[in-house]
Every structure is written in C-alpha cells, then in structure tokens.
C-alpha cells in the first residue's frame, strides 16, 4: 500500500484477473458458453485472501466495485424497453415475480424453522431475483434481445431485478413506512425531471452529440456517466440504494434515445462499463466471498446444491405456470432457467444481512457460491433449449394485455 492509502497491488491483479478472465472466455467459447462473469468471480476468490492471498479488498478496490454495480444496474435499466414489454409480458412478470415472492418467502420461513437459516426475510428476498444485467450480454450474444422469447425474458428480467431493488430500498431500511414513502416520492419527482429535461435536451442537441462521438470531447459518453453517478449519489444521499439509481438512469437513457440511431453510443458505453467498471465488480465480489466459512465446516457446502435448487424452484415455477398460453413447453423451460440465473442482487442482499447481523458468513457464503453456479449453468441450459426451438420472428413493439 502507498502513501495514498491505495494498495496499487491489489488493484492491478483485479484488473490483470478481469482481462485474463476474457481471454479464457474467448478461448473456450468455441467448445463451451461460460459467461465471462463467472470466471471473474471464480479468479477473484483464487487470489482473493481465502486462496493465494494476492488481492484483497479495501476501501479503494469497493469504491470502484460500487462504480461497478452502479453501471451493471445502469446497463439493466437500459436494455428493458418499458414501452416493448409493457402488456401481456409485464403483466405475467408482475404477477410471476409476486409468485415468487410467495414462494420464497414460504420456503425462507421452513429453512428459518428448521435452524439452517437466521432470517426469512433475506434469504426470501435473495432468492426471488433475476440478474437480468447479468444475461443481458449473454442474450445479445445469442441473438435473443430481439425476439418474442427475448421480450418476455425482459419482462421477467425486469421485475426480478427491479422488484427486489425496491425491497432493499423499503423493506430493508431503518427509516419507517413513511420516511421511506416520503423518501421514494422524492427521487421519483427528481428522477422524472431529469428525464423529461434528457429527452428534451436530445431532442434539441442531437446534432451536437453525434459529432462529437468521434472526437476526443465524448460529450455523450460523458453526460451518460454524469447521469449515472448523479442518480447513484442521489439515491445514496436519501438513503436509498445506489442500485436504485443506476437502474433508473438507464431507464432515462433509454426514453430520451427512443427512435435515434444509437449504435456507436451503445458501443462506447458497452466499452467503458463491460470493459473495465463491471468486470472490477464482479472480481472484487469473488475477493470478498467468505469461502473460508464453507471450508471451516464442510456441511455448509451442502446449502450450496440446496441454494440452487431453490433459485430453480422459486423463480423456475411462475415461468412454467404462467406462461403456458404464450410459450411453448420448450421456451417456458428455458424462461424458467434463465430467470432463475441469480448474482448480483444476492451479494447486495447478503452483504447487508450479514452486517445487520441477520444472516451466518457461512450461509451467505453458500448463497453466493450457489448464485455463481446458477450464472454458470442455468443460461448455458437455457440457450441450450433455445437452440432447438424453431426459429421466430422479431418481437413486435409492444403486445397488448388481453381483456
């Protein structure tokens, strides 16, 4: 560590991991699909402390890991077109997710009764999310963004990312219902002002921006991060959850992009937050994953297989129920896998039971572990099942609610 307080070390092995971690990626991805982010998960514990011992985490490494998230959360808000899956695709996720939740919470208070978990409540909330941010490049890989497959996967992407977001935000916070209320209505007017000022501030200036996306004054790279990180700070200062933030800058981006030809946009923004910002992320987690907890006491290395079925059961079963009137077996199946991929909501969720004291190290370790074998497995099944369905248009704009 130097004078800074910056330990230099530690910081360029988590770059050196996250780059290495695209190279293996790029060197098996003719044999085998293995998402990008779980190798850097997986490197970030081999030199994590509880490994080799290279990198460990520290205020500086979670300051950029945060940055990370915050972007991971921007790029989920900003690949969901409310205004496409608005309709029947969100109106099943809504009520897919409600299930879940359901579900999870059931299946949280048996483990909580049986002694094997502390809190219902966060084990629940863990369980009943999608980490749709995480699929995401993993489906435009795939040529799924685009299809009718694609349009329901966002929808129940969206409520299983956004809806245990909210969680976080009300339900964990130590302010009251009405605090938290008050809190709420207050970003959301912030928040629609600064989207009605972006997309009248395109509209007028778009000129300006795409002739400086060449250049070296990046103007829309840079207001795009001033958005970002401005909604982050924001909803950190009130107390909300900076996951909250970034998910709603994309969310604005979006709306105030609609219609325009965004292609050497969307590219910069790819470079700058797959490129360096999210990978950081995801390593630092592996960093700070308490493996040691698991290793200490091999029977909590059976929470891990449990843990995964779990996810599979929680958020697997709405896909299976409730889509049936608009996908084939096949598809719904595949739905079922891909929305039961879990990761970065569970390593909010964890961090803050364990420091609230509401959740073991060990089981918030095994959650982890079994969120990143769910990353690894489940949309690797669910391309799998999507190979062999017969090939279908593009997905209209939008498709109505039926009557």
Same mark, same amino acid.
């Given at each position: 560590?130097?004078?800074?307080?910056?330990?230099?070390?530690?910081?360029?092995?988590?770059?050196?991991?996250?780059?290495?971690?695209?190279?293996?990626?790029?060197?098996?991805?003719?044999?085998?699909?293995?998402?990008?982010?779980?190798?850097?998960?997986?490197?970030?514990?081999?030199?994590?402390?509880?490994?080799?011992?290279?990198?460990?985490?520290?205020?500086?490494?979670?300051?950029?890991?945060?940055?990370?998230?915050?972007?991971?959360?921007?790029?989920?808000?900003?690949?969901?077109?409310?205004?496409?899956?608005?309709?029947?695709?969100?109106?099943?996720?809504?009520?897919?997710?409600?299930? /879940? *939740?359901? =579900?999870?919470?059931? #299946? @949280? +208070?048996?483990? &909580?009764?049986?002694?094997?978990? %502390?809190? !219902?409540?966060?084990?629940?909330?863990?369980?009943?999310?999608?980490?749709?941010?995480?699929?995401?490049?993993?489906?435009?890989?795939?040529?799924?963004?685009?299809?009718?497959?694609?349009?329901?996967?966002?929808?129940?992407?969206?409520?299983?990312?956004?809806?245990?977001?909210?969680?976080?935000?009300?339900?964990?916070?130590?302010?009251?219902?009405?605090?938290?209320?008050?809190?709420?209505?207050a970003f959301v007017i912030v928040a629609v002002l600064a989207?009605?000022?972006?997309?009248?501030?395109?509209?007028?200036?778009?000129?300006?921006?795409?002739?400086?996306?060449?250049?070296?004054?990046?103007?829309?790279?840079?207001?795009?991060?001033?958005?970002?990180?401005?909604?982050?700070?924001?909803?950190? /200062? *009130?107390? =909300?959850?900076?996951? #909250? @933030? +970034?998910?709603? &800058?994309?969310?604005?981006?979006? %709306?105030? !992009?609609?219609?325009?030809?965004?292609?050497?946009?969307?590219?910069?923004?790819?470079?700058?937050?797959?490129?360096?910002?999210?990978?950081?992320?995801?390593?630092?987690?592996?960093?700070?994953?308490?493996?040691?907890?698991?290793?200490?006491?091999?029977?909590?290395?059976?929470?891990?297989?449990?843990?995964?079925?779990?996810?599979?059961?929680?958020?697997?079963?709405?896909?299976?129920?409730?889509?049936?009137?608009?996908?084939?077996?096949?598809?719904?199946?595949?739905?079922?896998?891909?929305?039961?991929?879990?990761?970065?909501?569970?390593?909010?969720?964890?961090?803050?039971?364990?420091?609230?004291?509401?959740?073991?190290?060990?089981?918030?370790?095994?959650?982890?572990?079994?969120?990143?074998? /769910?990353?690894?497995?489940?949309?690797?099944? @669910?391309?799998?099942?999507?190979?062999?369905?017969?090939?279908?248009?593009?997905?209209?704009?939008?498709?109505?609610?039926?009557?």
């Open positions: 560590m130097d004078a800074t307080g910056v330990d230099a070390g530690s910081f360029l092995a988590i770059v050196a991991v996250a780059a290495l971690a695209a190279v293996i990626a790029g060197m098996v991805a003719t044999k085998l699909v293995v998402p990008v982010v779980v190798l850097e998960l997986v490197l970030g514990i081999v030199i994590g402390p509880e490994v080799l011992g290279i990198a460990e985490a520290d205020p500086f490494v979670d300051f950029f890991s945060n940055l990370g998230l915050g972007m991971l959360f921007f790029f989920a808000g900003y690949e969901i077109d409310f205004q496409r899956i608005k309709g029947q695709p969100l109106k099943l996720a809504g009520l897919g997710w409600l299930l /879940s *939740l359901v =579900l999870a919470y059931a #299946l @949280g +208070g048996l483990l &909580a009764a049986a002694g094997i978990v %502390l809190s !219902l409540l966060f084990v629940g909330s863990a369980m009943a999310t999608t980490a749709i941010g995480t699929l995401i490049p993993i489906l435009r890989d795939a040529g799924e963004l685009k299809t009718r497959f694609g349009t329901y996967l966002l929808g129940a992407g969206a409520m299983g990312e956004f809806g245990p977001i909210l969680l976080i935000t009300l339900v964990f916070s130590t302010k009251t219902a009405i605090e938290n209320a008050l809190i709420l209505i989207g009605v000022i972006a997309v009248r501030s395109v509209g007028k200036g778009w000129d300006l921006v795409e002739r400086t996306l060449e250049t070296s004054s990046q103007l829309a790279i840079r207001v795009t991060v001033v958005i970002v990180f401005a909604l982050a700070a924001l909803a950190a /200062s *009130l107390g =909300l959850d900076l996951l #909250l @933030g +970034g998910f709603v &800058a994309g969310v604005i981006l979006r %709306l105030a !992009l609609r219609g325009r030809e965004v292609e050497v946009l969307e590219s910069k923004l790819t470079a700058v937050g797959y490129g360096f910002l999210i990978p950081f992320f995801f390593v630092a987690s592996g960093i700070n994953v308490d493996l040691g907890a698991l290793i200490d006491d091999p029977v909590q290395f059976l929470k891990v297989p449990m843990f995964v079925v779990l996810f599979l059961i929680v958020r697997g079963v709405p896909a299976l129920v409730l889509y049936r009137r608009v996908l084939a077996a096949r598809d719904r199946a595949a739905l079922a896998f891909f929305s039961a991929t879990e990761l970065p909501l569970v390593v909010a969720i964890t961090t803050i039971a364990v420091e609230e004291g509401h959740m073991h190290s060990s089981t918030a370790a095994s959650l982890i572990v079994a969120a990143i074998c /769910s990353t690894a497995i489940f949309p690797i099944v @669910g391309l799998k099942l999507r190979a062999s369905a017969p090939p279908e248009p593009a997905a209209p704009a939008a498709e109505p609610a039926p009557a």
